[in-house]
């Protein structure tokens, strides 16, 4: 469970500093699938890479299962993210030169575990994203879809309590967009994650049980009893 109090960022550029949280607070209970929205520039990216502890805030604390993320050394902070956070972002951010099977093998190097069980784990995740049949495949060799596949399977392969997803359909086009929502929903329930995703479509926020709106900084999150 995520408890957020008070999270506030500001980025200095030259002279003039941005707000870009501006007092957040928000709990996020496990296995939640809360869908993000908000106009350009609201600090929606900010609050995801807060969440990953990819950044640190100004001031506040990102309580993640009793541990405040703002507050932990940056080792301790890499392995707590290394061991319960995936993420998936627009850009896919795969390594070209690295088939899809040792993409997603990568997340498992920083956890020790061995070579032959990370390839057997790789393996299986791929299989569980429908890519069985891609393992040996580049990415430059893979549709969209199928990269954005390989994101999530190398998101997933650890095993996280969390899945972070930063407009994961972004780059995509409307059948693809389906598919990737198809997998991501499939693999929430699946896996009991926790489940955030960032995204400016309003046909997938409409969908989504709570629904979380970012505005200048400031949070306002709606159940959605339609959803
Ligand atoms: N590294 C940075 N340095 C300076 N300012 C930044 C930085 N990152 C974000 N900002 C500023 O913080 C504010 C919030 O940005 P953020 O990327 O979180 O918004 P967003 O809601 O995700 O926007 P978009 O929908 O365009 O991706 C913006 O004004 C942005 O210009």
Do not use: C
């Not at 990216?45 to 050394?73: C, E, F, K, N, Y």
């Not at 080792?75 to 997603?104: D, W, Y």
Request: hydrophobic share 40%.
């Amino acid at each position: 469970m995520y408890e957020l109090t008070a999270v506030t960022k500001h980025y200095t550029r030259s002279r003039e500093t941005v707000q870009a949280l501006d007092g957040i607070d928000l709990t996020i209970p496990d296995g939640d699938r809360l869908v993000i929205q908000g106009p350009t520039g609201g600090g929606k990216s900010t609050l995801l890479q807060m969440l990953g502890g990819l950044d640190r805030p100004t001031s506040g604390r990102i309580v993640l299962d009793g541990i405040d993320l703002a507050a932990l050394p940056e080792a301790r902070l890499t392995r707590v993210r290394s061991e319960n956070i995936g993420f998936v972002f627009q850009s896919f951010n795969l390594i070209p030169t690295l088939t899809a099977q040792e993409n997603v093998e990568t997340a498992l190097v920083p956890l020790g575990v061995k070579p032959k069980q990370r390839r057997e784990q790789a393996a299986e995740a791929l299989k569980s994203v429908g890519l069985g049949e891609r393992l040996a495949h580049l990415p430059g060799e893979m549709s969209g879809g199928q990269q954005q596949r390989v994101a999530i399977a190398r998101a997933l392969v650890k095993q996280p309590k969390v899945l972070l997803a930063d407009e994961p359909t972004g780059n995509l086009d409307e059948s693809m967009r389906d598919e990737i929502m198809d997998v991501l929903e499939r693999m929430w329930k699946e896996l009991g994650l926790t489940f955030i995703m960032v995204t400016h479509d309003s046909a997938l926020a409409k969908k989504a049980p709570r629904l979380a709106t970012i505005r200048k900084g400031r949070i306002t999150v709606k159940e959605n009893t339609r959803a």
